[in-house]
């Protein structure tokens, strides 16, 4: 059997810890991080940050790009959401069907992975598991170095090239070995434990399901999800209210051409996204939440400038709608 393994990476602790087992034993390992738009708020600083837990723990990586094939499970997982909507059982399965590809594109021996049995409640049951080891069709080639004692034989352990009495039997929720194994390899870039992605986040979830029932997911209007407070006008509208410095530049970053944007003119404040049916109506009410959100002192004599073009600019006169039905209005 070859040697070789393709590690998952995800720049936790559990995924940097399996990779070093294995690579104790001489293994030569390869870490692949998979990517996807709801890894984090700001994937540039994520990536960096998982290169540098890589880095330290000496394991090569390459990022993949999954965002697409993810789309597909999010609309419809076989095996359902977590407690938001975080498909994490059909995510994984993705994420070691690609790796079974690589495995074989890298003429590597197998996959190994950080889950530990029964650290989570959804994707790391000892039933889910078992789904994901076959529903991945690795069957046989997929250890779990942390857990491997207490889970089947795996084809490499079976064959000698894995030394299975090395092998761990982490389990449950615990993290007390796993901060020890930490300082033995001496590992301190790894994440902090948390929930996951931005999934498993409850306002962000609630934004997400907005845009699945408004069947408006796709991935200029989920990349406008991580900036801003989200207000829906109509099926087809939405309007994205800035919150602060970093909210603005991401708005104004991700403006479309037919989008229209709004601030206030003279008085530094949010900026306003206005994405879908961009009538006049629309418009209005996109500037009456400016004025409802913005801290000016003058909102009596406020006027907004609105644009598609920067060198187009209206003007319009807001009235600062009403604390009811911004909460009706807000997603
Ligand atoms: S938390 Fe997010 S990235 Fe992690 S397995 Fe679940 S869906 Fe996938």
């Excluded at 890589?54 to 790009?65: H, T, Y």
């Excluded at 209007?221 to 991401?250: P, Q, S, Y």
């Excluded at 104004?252 to 949010?270: I, S, T």
Aim: positive net charge.
């Amino acid at each position: 059997m070859k040697k070789k393994a393709i590690a998952l990476v995800s720049g936790g602790l559990d995924s940097l810890l399996a990779a070093k087992v294995i690579m104790e034993q001489g293994i030569p390992v390869e870490g692949v991080v998979f990517l996807m738009q709801f890894a984090s708020r700001d994937i540039r600083e994520f990536t960096e940050r998982v290169r540098q837990s890589a880095n330290e723990a000496n394991i090569p990586i390459k990022f993949i790009d999954m965002s697409e094939e993810f789309l597909g499970v999010l609309r419809s997982p076989d095996h359902g959401y977590g407690a938001n909507l975080n498909p994490c059982i059909d995510c994984k399965i993705l994420m070691l069907k690609l790796a079974k590809d690589i495995m074989k594109k890298e003429n590597a021996g197998f996959v190994i992975t950080g889950e530990v049995l029964g650290e989570r409640p959804m994707s790391q049951r000892k039933g889910a598991l078992d789904i994901i080891r076959k529903r991945s069709s690795l069957d046989g080639y997929l250890l779990r170095p942390l857990s491997a004692k207490l889970l089947e034989k795996t084809v490499p352990e079976a064959e000698g090239v894995v030394d299975r009495s090395r092998l761990l039997d982490l389990s449950g929720r615990g993290r007390s070995k796993q901060l020890a194994l930490a300082k033995k390899y001496s590992l301190t870039k790894f994440f902090a434990p948390s929930g996951g992605c931005l999934l498993t986040d409850k306002i962000f979830a609630r934004k997400l399901k907005d845009l699945i029932d408004s069947d408006a997911l796709d991935p200029h209007n989920i990349a406008l999800l991580k900036w801003g407070r989200h207000f829906r006008l109509d099926k087809a509208t939405k309007t994205i209210v800035g919150r602060d410095e970093k909210d603005n530049m991401g708005i104004l970053e991700l403006k479309h051409r037919k989008d229209v944007l709004l601030r206030l003119k003279d008085d530094p404040g949010p900026y306003v996204l206005l994405r879908g049916n961009v009538s006049f109506k629309n418009i209005k009410k996109a500037a009456d939440l400016l004025l409802a959100h913005s801290k000016s002192k003058r909102k009596s004599d406020a006027i907004v400038e609105y644009w598609t073009k920067e060198e187009n600019k209206k003007e319009l006169k807001p009235c600062a709608m009403d604390r009811e039905k911004i909460d009706r209005l807000r997603i």
